[in-house]
């Protein structure tokens, strides 16, 4: 069973940084197509934040775009988060997500979410 690790997060000042991390296990026979994060606010709809593919391609959510980048480390079955700039919209549960593949059928995974503050 694929499991997601999350850890990070925390609490900052308009303005300051954090970074997330993600490691997945229990891969054994599996592809990792894309892994990321999506965030949900209170009364909000969940929205991909960043994402990452096998092949490093990046995505990312308009509003965070120059801000926040992701990187991946293959080998260890990790992506990362490094936000900066961070503005009190910003503030959500961050939840690590990925896609992975086994016998040509994908599977979605995420993991259980952590809290990102940002308020002065």
């Known amino acids: 069973q694929v499991q997601l690790v999350g850890s990070g997060g925390g609490m900052v000042q308009p303005g300051g940084s954090l970074s997330l991390s993600c490691a997945a296990s229990?891969?054994?026979?599996?592809?990792?197509?894309?892994m990321g994060w999506y965030r949900q606010a209170p009364g909000k709809q969940r929205e991909l934040v960043a994402q990452i593919t096998r092949s490093r391609i990046t995505n990312y959510l308009d509003s965070v775009k120059g801000r926040f980048t992701i990187s991946g480390d293959n080998a260890k079955n990790t992506v990362y988060l490094q936000m900066n700039s961070l503005k009190p919209e910003d503030t959500a549960v961050y939840y690590c997500?990925?896609?992975?593949?086994?016998?040509?059928?994908?599977?979605?995974?995420w993991g259980q979410g952590t809290q990102v503050t940002v308020s002065s």
């Open positions: 229990g891969t054994d026979g599996f592809i990792i197509n894309t």
């Open positions: 997500h990925a896609v992975v593949t086994r016998l040509s059928r994908a599977y979605d995974y």
